[in-house]
């Protein structure tokens, strides 16, 4: 807390000579010597009052300074703050992207045995186990790396998150999702690669 200087003033008394305030000198007599001093060298009330005025001045100057200095560097922690925990979170996007592929590839695998020859030819279950079982696991491993998968099917089209690559007649509204091509994947809040997707053109564009 700072101290009035009104108050301060109250208890001592400063000398303001021509010298002293030519340089900016001030030192606080005490009862002695101001009683010591000749009157004609004792500051007048308006002499005082034009000195705490200064002072009063210097101190809110100062008391801003420090503040706006204070204030900045807040801002730069916490903005390097961010910076290191965005980093964190993304170091892995590069890498995770390229998995990307051996995801849909694992999944196309699954797609190329119907499961009618599985149930006939033990060693395709066998595989199609496997792989399976692979696949799993990469997408736990995608989990926990707070890598999410987007399936869009039947929802609204988004082009935040989608990306049409045809348009088809069909009963459902216009842009909706009807068929995913490619699954799409998010990495915390940000978008790792969009769900390729197809969307309906509507009743009244397809009768066009």
């Keep these: 807390m700072f101290i009035s200087v009104h108050s301060w003033l109250q208890k001592s008394l400063k000398i303001v000579s021509p010298f002293h305030r030519r340089y900016g000198i001030y030192y606080t007599m005490t009862e002695a010597q101001q009683n010591d001093m000749p009157p004609s060298e004792m500051p007048t009330l308006e002499e005082a009052l034009q000195q705490i005025a200064v002072l009063d001045k210097r101190l809110a100057e100062t008391t801003d300074k420090m503040l706006r200095a204070l204030a900045e560097a807040e801002n730069v922690r916490r903005r390097g703050a961010r910076e290191r925990e965005d ?10 992207r390229n998995l990307l592929t051996v ?8 797609n ?5 020859e ?6 395709l279950k066998n595989i ?5 079982a692979t696949e799993r696991e990469l997408l736990r491993l995608f989990e926990n790396n707070s890598i999410k998968k987007i399936e869009p099917l039947g929802q609204k089209f988004d ?8 348009e088809a007649p069909s009963d459902k509204p216009a ?3 009807i068929q995913v091509i490619e699954p799409g994947y998010m990495i915390h809040e940000r978008l790792l690669r969009p769900a390729r997707v197809g969307v309906a053109k509507g009743a009244a564009e397809s009768s066009a």
């Design 175 to 177: 842009g909706t999702v």
């Design 118 to 123: 599985r149930g006939q030819n033990e060693h």
């Design 103 to 110: 995801a849909d590839n694992l999944r196309r695998a699954l």
């Design 159 to 166: 082009p935040n998150l989608h990306e049409v690559m045809f």
């Design 128 to 132: 199609y186990t496997g792989v399976e």
């Design 112 to 116: 190329a045995i119907p499961e009618q």
């Design 87 to 96: 980093t964190a979170k993304f170091a892995v996007a590069g890498f995770a």
